[in-house]
């Protein structure tokens, strides 16, 4: 498995964690949700949005460490359409 579906995975099950623990929450103790957090704000406003500003940001941290981390060795030498360049039994390379 390369590293950036590792990382995919990893990221699904923090999401997954903190989305089912607001699931559970829900079903099992629905008066929590009732508690005011912040001024005008209960527990099921406050979790709902820092479960959306979780994904967006789990989302950029993701994009930039797919962007910025090194290929693994299964993708060196290939090109960008998953090819290895080579045309008709040669590569691209030998015919410069």
Same mark, same amino acid.
């Given at each position: 498995?390369? $590293?950036?579906?590792?990382?995919?995975?990893?990221? %699904?099950? !923090? +999401?997954?964690?903190?989305? @089912? !623990? %607001?699931?559970?929450?829900?079903? %099992?103790?629905? @008066?929590?949700?009732?508690? @005011? !957090?912040?001024?005008? &704000?209960?527990?099921?406003? !406050? +979790?709902?949005?820092?479960? =959306?500003?979780?994904?967006?940001? #789990?989302? #950029? &941290? +993701?994009?930039w460490l797919c962007?910025?981390?090194?290929?693994?060795? @299964?993708?060196?030498?290939? &090109?960008?359409?998953?090819?290895?360049?080579?045309?008709?039994g040669g590569? =691209?390379?030998?015919? $410069?």
């Amino acid at each position: 498995m390369n $590293r950036n579906a590792r990382m995919g995975l990893i990221f %699904f099950a !923090v +999401y997954a964690t903190v989305y @089912s !623990v %607001f699931v559970m929450l829900n079903a %099992f103790f629905p @008066s929590t949700m009732d508690w @005011s !957090v912040m001024p005008g &704000l209960n527990l099921a406003i !406050v +979790y709902g949005l820092g479960l =959306i500003g979780l994904a967006f940001l #789990m989302a #950029m &941290l +993701y994009g930039w460490l797919c962007s910025t981390g090194t290929p693994d060795d @299964s993708t060196k030498g290939r &090109l960008a359409d998953g090819s290895d360049g080579e045309i008709g039994g040669g590569s =691209i390379e030998a015919r $410069r």
